[in-house]
C-alpha cells in the first residue's frame, strides 16, 4: 500500500507494528467479558477509550468526502492531471506516484504502514483506528462486526403448552368441513340439466386442417388464415423541407437564370416546386396547386391498387452462383501472339491442320492461303477466282487436302504440305480418270458432278444449288456439304476414294443450316434454323431431336465427348445442350450483342469459344465430367477483342489449335489473329 510524504501520520492507537496481518491469529476474542483485545499490543490508554466512548452516530459528526464529482466513474479521469473538484470547485491535482523501490524503503521504515489504505476516490492515504481494524478482524474470520451481537439467538416459543388443560379453542370441527354443499350439489344440477337441453352451448374447439401449401413459406400463414381483405395503409406524402419555407434561406433560391432554365427541361425532369422569400407569414398568398395536388392524392389513394410486399433478407452475393478462380482455370487464350496479314478482303473462313502446324484460311479476295502457323510466314497462295465462303482441313494427317467452297461449288485441293510420299497419296486421290457415276435414282438431274480441275489439279462438285457449309469425317474419308434447300438433296454424303455422293435423306424438315460427323460414333447431326436433329447413320433412323428455342441457328459444334453440343444463334446467344440430360438447352449464354458466326470447342482442353459481327470473341470453360449425376461446369473467361468493323462486320470465323490452348480469328479487317496464354 502506498503513502505520501505530504501527510502526517496518526497518533498512535496502542497498536503494534509487529502484527503484520488480522487474520493470522493476531486478535483474540475473551467469550467471558465479550471484549476484543490485541495480543502483544501496548497498554492502551484510557483517552483513546474515552474518545471511542463519546463517539457519536450523528450522521453531522462524519466528514464530507473531499472529491465532490459523484458517482463518476474515475477511469473518465485516467488520462487528466485532476481526479477531481473539491467543494470550492477547485481542481484535485493528483499526487506524484513514487517508484515501488522508494515505497518500499519507506514502507520498511514506518512501523504503521500496514494500519494505512489508500482512497483512490480522494487520492490520499487514510490510516484505520483501533475499532475499525476489529471490525475488519471479525469480519475475516466470518464473524458479525460487532461483538455485542448474538447471530444464533434461542429460540423463545412464546406460547407454552405444557401443563394446561385445554389448547388455545376447543371447539370441535364443523359438519360443513367434510360433508358436501347441498347448495352447490343444487347448482350443479341446474348446470347439466341446462346443457342436455342446449341451453347452454359450448364453444368446441376448432378443428385445424392438415392442408397446408406445398410450395409455401411459413411466413403465408398469418396471412392465409385472416378472412376478407388486410388493411394497408396509405403511404404518407414526404414532409415539407426547407425549400416549402416562406423564408427560406438564401441558397435555396433559385437566381432568375435557373428559373429560365427549367423552361428548357422536360416536364417529367423540371423541379415541382420554386421556393419564394416572404417577409412575413400574413404576406404568403394562397397555394395556387393546392386544390389540383389535392384532388390528384384522392386518385392515388383511391385509384392505385396497394398490395402488400414480402421481402426477402437475402444477400446478393449469395445469389451468384460460386464459380471458380480464373487462375485454376488456366491456360487459356486471352492475349493476341501474332497476326497474320496478306489477304485484302475479309476472312470468311480459317481452318487449322490436325498437327497444329499450317493454317489455311479463304477470303473474298479470291485466294486461298497457308501459313506456318509458329512464324505466320505465308506458304502457299491459290487464285481460285470467286469468294471463298468456307475451308475445312482433312482430319487425317497422312492426306493433306482442302476442301474450300468456292462460288456455289466445292473445290478439293492438294495442300502441298509434308513429306513427298504424302503429297503423292493426296495426288493418287484427287485423279479422276473418266466421270464417276452419279446418284440419279429418282430420274432427275444429279445432285453432284465430279470433275477433274485442271488449274489446281484437283477436284471440282459441282452442285444444283450454291453450297453453304462443308465438314469432314474424323476418319477423313467422308465429308458433308450443305445447300440450304427445302429439298431432299440439301444435304450430301460424298466419299473422297470412290469419288461417290449420295443423299441421305428422302425428307429433311426444314432449311438446313449446318451439319456435321459425331466425333467417334456412327450419327450424324444436322441443324436447321430451329431444331437440331440427331440421325443414326447405321440404322438410318432419327434418334433425338434438339429444341433450341433460338430465332435462327447459325453455328454448330460438337463436343470431342459426344454428349454435349453447342450453338450458336443470329441473336447472339449460345446454347449448351446435354443430350443425356435433356432435349432443351442446359444453359442459354446471352454473350454478344450482334450474330454469332461461329461456334467451336477445344479437342483437348476444356475450352469453347464464339465469335460475333460485334468484333468480339468470348472464350468459357466448360467441362464435362464423366459422373452422370453431375452437371457441366461453365465458366465464362475473357472476352478478346482487337478486330476492326469492316461494312458492319466483325469476326468471321475462329478455331482452336489442336494440340495448344490457342485461338485463331479471322475478321472482316482481312486479318488474322492467333490469341495465346
Known amino acids: 500500500m502506498g503513502h505520501s510524504d505530504g501527510e502526517h501520520e496518526l497518533e498512535d492507537d496502542g497498536l503494534s507494528a509487529d502484527d503484520s496481518s488480522w487474520s493470522d491469529g493476531g486478535w483474540s476474542e475473551d467469550d467471558d467479558e465479550e471484549s476484543l483485545s490485541f495480543e502483544g499490543s501496548g497498554s492502551g490508554s484510557d483517552s483513546d477509550e474515552a474518545a471511542a466512548a463519546e463517539e457519536s452516530d450523528s450522521s453531522e459528526d462524519e466528514v464530507a468526502p473531499r472529491n465532490t464529482v459523484g458517482d463518476v466513474p474515475l477511469e473518465w479521469y485516467k488520462d487528466e492531471e485532476h481526479i477531481g473538484y473539491d467543494i470550492d470547485g477547485r481542481k484535485i491535482k493528483k499526487r506524484d506516484r513514487e517508484g515501488r523501490i522508494e515505497a518500499y524503503l519507506k514502507n520498511a521504515d514506518d512501523a504503521k504502514n500496514w494500519r494505512k489504505i489508500y482512497d483512490e476516490y480522494n487520492d490520499e492515504e487514510v490510516q484505520i483506528t483501533k475499532e475499525e481494524a476489529k471490525i475488519i478482524s471479525r469480519l475475516l474470520k466470518g464473524k458479525t462486526p460487532h461483538a455485542n451481537v448474538d447471530p444464533y439467538p434461542d429460540y423463545v416459543d412464546w406460547f407454552e403448552y405444557e401443563d394446561k388443560g385445554h389448547p388455545l379453542s376447543s371447539a370441535p370441527e364443523p359438519k360443513r368441513r367434510f360433508v358436501p354443499s347441498k347448495w352447490e350439489q343444487k347448482k350443479v344440477v341446474k348446470l347439466v340439466r341446462a346443457i342436455r337441453n342446449g341451453w347452454i352451448k359450448l364453444d368446441k374447439p376448432k378443428e385445424e386442417s392438415n392442408l397446408y401449401l406445398l410450395w409455401g413459406d411459413e411466413t403465408d400463414t398469418a396471412d392465409n388464415k385472416r378472412q376478407g381483405l388486410s388493411y394497408i395503409p396509405a403511404p404518407k406524402p414526404n414532409l415539407p423541407g426547407h425549400e416549402e419555407s416562406y423564408n427560406p434561406s438564401v441558397e435555396y433560391i433559385p437566381t432568375q437564370e435557373e428559373i429560365d432554365s427549367y423552361q428548357l427541361m422536360y416536364e417529367e425532369d423540371r423541379p415541382k416546386f420554386i421556393p419564394k422569400r416572404f417577409e412575413s407569414l400574413r404576406s404568403v398568398p394562397a397555394y395556387e396547386k393546392a386544390l389540383r395536388e389535392g384532388f390528384d392524392r384522392c386518385l392515388d389513394l383511391y385509384l392505385c391498387p396497394r398490395t402488400r410486399k414480402k421481402r426477402i433478407n437475402i444477400d446478393p452475393e449469395s445469389l451468384k452462383p460460386k464459380l471458380p478462380s480464373k487462375k485454376d482455370l488456366r491456360p487459356y487464350p486471352k492475349t493476341c501472339y501474332l497476326e497474320f496479314k496478306g489477304h485484302t478482303s475479309p476472312v470468311t473462313s480459317i481452318s487449322v491442320e490436325t498437327t497444329g502446324q499450317w493454317l489455311a484460311s479463304g477470303s473474298r479476295d479470291g485466294t486461298i492461303r497457308v501459313w506456318e502457323v509458329e512464324t505466320g510466314r505465308c506458304l502457299k497462295v491459290w487464285n481460285v ?293
Open 385 to 677: 477466282g470467286g469468294d471463298v465462303r468456307h475451308i475445312a482441313w482433312n482430319p487425317s494427317p497422312d492426306r493433306p487436302i482442302l476442301a474450300a467452297i468456292v462460288g456455289h461449288d466445292l473445290l478439293l485441293i492438294n495442300a502441298e504440305v509434308g513429306c513427298e510420299e504424302v503429297q503423292m497419296r493426296a495426288k493418287e486421290l484427287l485423279k479422276i480418270c473418266e466421270m464417276a457415276p452419279q446418284d440419279d435414282t429418282d430420274g432427275k438431274k444429279p445432285a453432284v458432278r465430279w470433275m477433274k480441275h485442271e488449274k489446281f489439279d484437283g477436284i471440282t462438285l459441282l452442285h444444283h444449288k450454291a453450297v453453304s457449309n462443308v465438314d469432314w469425317h474424323f476418319k477423313g474419308d467422308y465429308f458433308t456439304t450443305v445447300v440450304p434447300s427445302g429439298d431432299t438433296r440439301a444435304v450430301l454424303l460424298h466419299q473422297l476414294t470412290k469419288k461417290h455422293s449420295h443423299h441421305p435423306f428422302r425428307k429433311l424438315p426444314g432449311l438446313p443450316v449446318a451439319a456435321t460427323f459425331h466425333p467417334s460414333q456412327k450419327m450424324f447431326f444436322v441443324a436447321t434454323k430451329k431444331f437440331v436433329r440427331v440421325y443414326d447413320l447405321q440404322k438410318a433412323q432419327l434418334v433425338k431431336k434438339l429444341e433450341s428455342g433460338l430465332r435462327e441457328i447459325s453455328s454448330i459444334s460438337i463436343h470431342p465427348g459426344g454428349d454435349n453440343v453447342i450453338v450458336g444463334s443470329k441473336d447472339g446467344k449460345l446454347c449448351w445442350f446435354d443430350t443425356d440430360l435433356s432435349t432443351r438447352p442446359y444453359k442459354t449464354l446471352k454473350i454478344h450483342s450482334k450474330d454469332i458466326t461461329n461456334v467451336t470447342f477445344h479437342r483437348k482442353y476444356p475450352l469453347f469459344a464464339s465469335s460475333s459481327e460485334d468484333c468480339t470473341a468470348y472464350v468459357c470453360h466448360g467441362m464435362v465430367y464423366s459422373d452422370l449425376n453431375q452437371n457441366p461446369l461453365i465458366v465464362p473467361l475473357e472476352i478478346l477483342r482487337g478486330h476492326s468493323s469492316s461494312d458492319g462486320r466483325g469476326v468471321l470465323d475462329c478455331k482452336f489449335h489442336p494440340k495448344q490452348p490457342w485461338l485463331f480469328t479471322a475478321g472482316a479487317d482481312s486479318v488474322i489473329r492467333l490469341y495465346c496464354d
